[in-house]
């Protein structure tokens, strides 16, 4: 059975980069393309915050705190999605799962994490 790729975490200093990849299979992209895909992160002790949506027809909701600063994007093609971080603070520190949903699609949605996801740590 395919297994979920996720890639692109790391440890950087504040004001850095870092773009997240996840490379899906095809029927559960297939799947979730139909309804909604996103990314979550949880840091230790932390609940899980929605952080990024991508709906359908390609309706993009942020959560509030990342607004400007990152960029969802996906590639039909290559059954992937990407999370693009710019300008990261520390509290964007934690663990990112790139994660589907069906329903009403923004970064608050019932996510179901796809893979064991990709540590972001961001240094002051």
């Known amino acids: 059975q395919a297994q979920v790729e996720e890639s692109g975490g790391g440890s950087v200093q504040a004001g850095g980069s870092l773009r997240l990849s996840c490379v899906v299979p095809?029927?559960?992209?297939?799947?979730?393309?139909?309804?909604?895909m996103g990314w979550f992160r949880q840091a230790p002790g932390q609940e899980r915050q929605g952080v990024a949506a991508?709906?359908?027809?390609?309706?993009?909701r942020y959560t509030t705190s990342v607004k400007g600063r990152f960029t969802i994007s996906r590639d039909n093609i290559e059954n992937t999605l990407y999370l693009q971080l710019n300008f990261l603070k520390p509290d964007d520190t934690g663990t990112y799962f790139c994660a589907g949903a069906v329903g009403y699609c923004d970064p608050q949605a019932d996510f179901d994490a796809w893979g064991q996801g990709t540590q972001v740590t961001v240094s002051a």
């Open positions: 991508i709906g359908r027809d390609g309706t993009i």
């Open positions: 095809a029927d559960t992209y297939a799947t979730y393309s139909r309804h909604c």
